[in-house]
């Protein structure tokens, strides 16, 4: 936690903080940030993402926590799973929870039936997550998935989504180490803006083509920019630097 908090404040003053979104903590994990924040005493309250790792009925206790040192710590987002069956009881009770100003994301897992509980959580006001990698083959989505889930959130009048997990790079790409694929957050940009646009989504996610990548991400208009940031509203990844040097390399900052 110390180690996290570091790289985190230090990014937020650095040059390139601008790109820096919220610091991602897990429920369980609470107390701990809450301790280090007290000796570290920041002279504006951390931006937090709240990972629920302790079950939905664990939530009210947590934000309780986190209102209670408003000194310290702004609650921005609350991040779940959502059960196998995502029915509307539960989406109904996430709703309860979590106050009406701080965005709600939910994760459905990914197998049969998994782009009807997509569209039950954006109905319930909540992002869907869509989780892009792991330390299985199994965790990362096929182009098809990725594209099945981008139709389905760009097709709800004002929904957005959050990737996650995998997306260091900012475009497609193989490990050597592990032999796996991993989606790129560029290609996620291009394919969302076609999504919008009526483009080939599926090339745009199977793309290596970096400086095309980029390319056309540079190419779109303010007015498309928006409406992309608005569908791709947030990614969370292990790394600051990584991205920010991929960005770099590919003249996008």
């Excluded at 003053?13 to 280090?36: D, K």
């Excluded at 309250?45 to 408003?70: F, M, N, W, Y």
């Excluded at 990548?213 to 779109?220: P, W």
Aim: aromatic share 6%; net charge negative.
């Amino acid at each position: 936690m110390p180690e996290a908090l570091r790289a985190h404040f230090a990014s937020r003053a650095g040059e390139h903080s601008g790109v820096l979104g919220v610091f991602l903590c897990q429920a369980s994990r609470l107390p701990e940030l809450i301790t280090e924040l007290i000796k570290i005493k920041p002279k504006e309250p951390l931006p937090l993402s709240l990972i629920i790792d302790t079950g939905l009925g664990g939530v009210p206790k947590a934000i309780s926590i986190v209102e209670s040192r408003s000194e310290i710590l702004s609650l921005r987002m609350v991040e779940m799973p959502a059960p196998s069956d995502v029915d509307e009881v539960w989406l109904e009770r996430v709703s309860e929870f979590v106050p009406e100003d701080v965005i709600r994301v939910v994760e459905p897992r990914r197998g049969v039936g998994w782009l009807d509980g997509v569209r039950k959580v954006i109905e319930h006001g909540s992002w869907p997550k869509i989780r892009c990698g792991g330390k299985a083959g199994e965790n990362f989505p096929s182009v098809d998935e990725v594209a099945d889930f981008l139709a389905v959130v760009s097709g709800s009048t004002g929904a957005s989504f959050k990737a996650t997990n995998s997306l260091h790079r900012a475009v497609r790409h193989t490990e050597e180490s592990s032999g796996f694929t991993h989606h790129g957050f560029l290609n996620l940009i291009v394919a969302s803006a076609r999504c919008l646009s009526g483009g080939d989504v599926r090339a745009a996610l199977e793309s290596t083509d970096g400086a095309a990548l980029a390319a056309e991400a540079k190419g779109m208009s303010e007015p498309a920019a928006k409406a992309v940031r608005g569908l791709f509203a947030s990614y969370a990844a292990a790394s600051f630097d990584e991205p920010v040097a991929d960005l770099g390399e590919l003249g996008l900052l």
